[in-house]
């Protein structure tokens, strides 16, 4: 499992990326997305993210 991005609400700011402690979310292509095998679930890109596209399963 890993954080998942809504694509409709991402504004690929980066801010996700810049607090992942692991570094397993990035942006490309303006849409952030995490790795499933490297995503802890911390859940710090949730609450950084000014657009609320993350969410935990
Ligand atoms: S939940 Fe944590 S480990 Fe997973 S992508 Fe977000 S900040 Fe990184
Ligand atoms: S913090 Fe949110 S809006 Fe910004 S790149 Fe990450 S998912 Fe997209």
Redesign the pocket.
Known sequence: M??VVDPGKCVGCGS?ES???????KVQESVAK??ES?????????S?CPAEA?S?P
């Open positions: 890993a954080a996700c607090v992942c402690p692991v570094e397993a979310i995490a790795d490297t995503c802890i679930e911390c859940g710090a890109c949730v950084e993350i935990l």
